[in-house]
Structure formats: C-alpha cells, structure tokens
C-alpha cells in the first residue's frame, strides 16, 4: 500500500473512532431516528453543493436503482442499527464490534470469488474468537447489551456488505457521488421514522457535537472512504474500520470515562490480528 493510502487510512480511522463517542454524547438528549436522520441530513445539506459544483452526479443518476441499493446497505440500514444498538453498548465496544467489518468482508470476498486463502480463514476465525470473548466479559445474550452488541454486528455486516458491492457494481461513480447520494438517500428514508418518534431540541453543546457528527465524521469520512475503495480495494479500504476502535477506546477513556477491561483488550487484539489477516 502506498504511503499516502496508508496516511489517508490513519486519518480516516482517527475520524471514525470518534463516531462512537460522539453519538454516546447526543444519543443523551435524542431519539437514535432523531440522531440518525440529522447525520444524513446534515451531511447531505454540506455534500450537495460540493457533489454539483464539480459536476459528478450525472454517474449517479445514470445509476439510480445501483446507487439506492449501495445508499441502504453503506448508509441508512448499518446507521439506524448502530445508533440503535449503541443505547446498550459502550463508545469503546462500540468500535471493537464494529472493527469485524475487514472480517465480513473477507467472508462476502470468499462467497463472490471463491479466492480467500487461507490465512485469510485464519483472520476470520481470530475475528470471531474476539467476539465471543468480547461477548463472555462485557457482553450478555438476552440482555439489553447482548441485542445492542448484535445490532453492531449486523451493522459492520452491512457496512462490509456495501463496501464489496460498491466496488463490484459501481466502480464508474465517483466517490463524492457516490456519498452525497447515500446521505440523500437515507435521509428521505428515514425522515418518516423519525417524524413519528419526534425531533427534540437539543442543548447547544450537543447541537454542536452533532453537527461535527454528522458534516465531519459521517459525511466527509464517506468521500474518503470511497476515495480509498476505489484507490487501495474494498478490503485494503475496510482496514480503517479496524484502525477505529483503537482512537474510540482511546476517546471513550478520555472523554466519556468508559473503563477498559482485561478482556475488552483481548477481544479487540483479536479481532484486529484477525482484520490484519483478513486484508493483508
């Protein structure tokens, strides 16, 4: 990988760690619609203008079914599962579950071209010792932490899901393209639900973090993010979601106070020798 790839990939995980502390914060005076659609919203209120003064959503609207279907499984799905699941489960958790991104994109890989080897296996089986230890110490099926940690599984899930389909069945769309209309997409989504649950006014210093939610770590992280799948490849790009967890444990301690266990450690080593494996 090259050196600024390999630049661009700390950068993006350093702002992606900060998601997770960042919707720790707001998700204490808002509904998790309410902090999604204001995510997506934002964001594509910033990305719209952008997107049109360098003339690169034609490609886009030329793919309107294609580009839906990367805007569900990369934006509005993997979102509301995260936000939803992050009221149960810590900033810092929050990150090393969403770290098996790399691994669930090496098991699609391995669905799709029948080309993962094996120490790629070996990356996947580490990945999930790490969930199951994760889930033995500061996770529990059948409580509230239990369900939330699932729904950040399913959310890596879908975010690995859209990033392999996006290099397969797009690779012509332009990255800013590609995330302003994601961030359109699943704000017109998601409006409907968080009518019904309602958009209270939130404090200014959590207007604040919000905004920096959703202009910085949500809408610029995307550009980057395709950016780097169509520059280093879907697996190479997922690296950063393995990178995160590290700036969010790191964040949590810090500025949220979150306590850091033995095998809360353990867990996250593995699932980051796995990734390692995984995108090698």
Do not use: K, N
Not at 17 to 44: I, W
Not at 86 to 106: C, D, M, N
Not at 117 to 134: D, K, N, Q, S, W
Request: proline content about 6%.
């Amino acid at each position: 990988m090259a050196r600024r790839d390999a630049a661009l990939l700390i950068l993006l995980g350093a702002v992606w760690g900060s998601v997770y502390p960042l919707t720790t914060f707001v998700l204490r005076e808002l509904p998790p619609p309410a902090v999604v659609l204001a995510r997506t919203g934002l964001s594509a209120l910033v990305l719209l203008p952008l997107a049109a003064s360098r003339h690169v959503l034609r490609p886009a609207a030329a793919r309107p079914i294609a580009v839906s279907g990367a805007a569900l499984l990369q934006a509005a799905i993997p979102l509301v599962l995260l936000t939803t699941g992050q009221q149960h489960v810590s900033a810092a958790l929050a990150g090393i579950l969403l770290a098996t991104q790399p691994v669930w994109a090496a098991v699609l890989t391995w669905i799709f071209d029948r080309a993962v080897r094996g120490r790629e296996l070996a990356g996947v089986a580490a990945g999930l010792g790490g969930i199951v230890v994760l889930y033995s110490r500061d996770l529990h099926f059948g409580a509230a932490s239990g369900y939330g940690g699932l729904e950040l599984l399913a959310a890596a899930a879908c975010y690995a899901a859209g990033t392999v389909y996006i290099q397969r069945v797009i690779p012509a769309v332009p990255p800013l393209a590609t995330a302003t209309a994601a961030m359109a997409i699943s704000a017109v989504a998601l409006a409907p639900f968080a009518a019904v649950t309602g958009f209270p006014l939130p404090g200014p210093a959590t207007a604040l973090w919000l905004i920096v939610l959703a202009v910085v770590a949500t809408g610029g992280a995307l550009v980057l993010f395709y950016a780097l799948i169509h520059r280093a490849g879907a697996l190479r790009a997922s690296l950063a979601g393995y990178l995160a967890p590290a700036f969010a444990v790191g964040y949590g301690s810090a500025f949220l106070h979150e306590q850091i266990h033995p095998q809360t450690i353990a867990g996250l080593a593995l699932i980051l020798a796995g990734s390692y494996l995984a995108v090698r």
